[in-house]
Nanobody, 129 residues
Framework: QVQLVEAGGGLVQAGDSLRLSCAAAAGRRTFSSYAMGWFRQAPGKEREFVVSISRGGTNTDYADSVKGRFTISRDNPKNTVFLQMNSLKPEDTAVYYC????????????????????WGQGTQVTVSS
């Protein structure tokens, strides 16, 4: 069982930056056993993929909508994954969820919401125009 707690959301203006964090209590497995991802869900829309990072942090995969603006990173000794969001746009407004996927492949990134085993409670990001 993995418990994930997101933090760092808030209300900002277009063009501003936010840094989200996700702290993991990894249970019996180490944090580095999990590929990590960020997803978001806007009102009335399905949860969508934002970015994923492999177990060791060497590989990343971004949704086209956030490429060049968002950066994911992880600190395995501190059981934490981060999402740096720059040049925020109103269309980035959503609840952002951190997720963990148990995978044996150290280089794998995962964009399919169904492949994630554990989810945080979400943090609201609101970008005003």
């Amino acid at each position: 069982q993995v418990q994930l707690v997101e933090a760092g959301g808030g209300l900002v203006q277009a063009g501003d930056s936010l840094r989200l964090s996700c702290a993991a209590a990894a249970g019996r497995r180490t944090f580095s056993s999990y590929a990590m991802g960020w997803f978001r869900q806007a009102p009335g829309k399905e949860r969508e993929f934002v970015v994923s990072i492999s177990r060791g942090g060497t590989n990343t995969d971004y949704a086209d909508s956030v490429k060049g603006r968002f950066t994911i990173s992880r600190d395995n000794p501190k059981n934490t994954v981060f999402l740096q969001m720059n040049s925020l746009k109103p269309e980035d407004t959503a609840v952002y969820y951190c997720a963990a996927a148990n995978t044996p492949n150290t280089a794998q990134t995962l964009s399919d919401v169904r492949t994630y085993n554990y989810w945080g409670q979400g943090t609201q990001v609101t970008v005003s125009s």
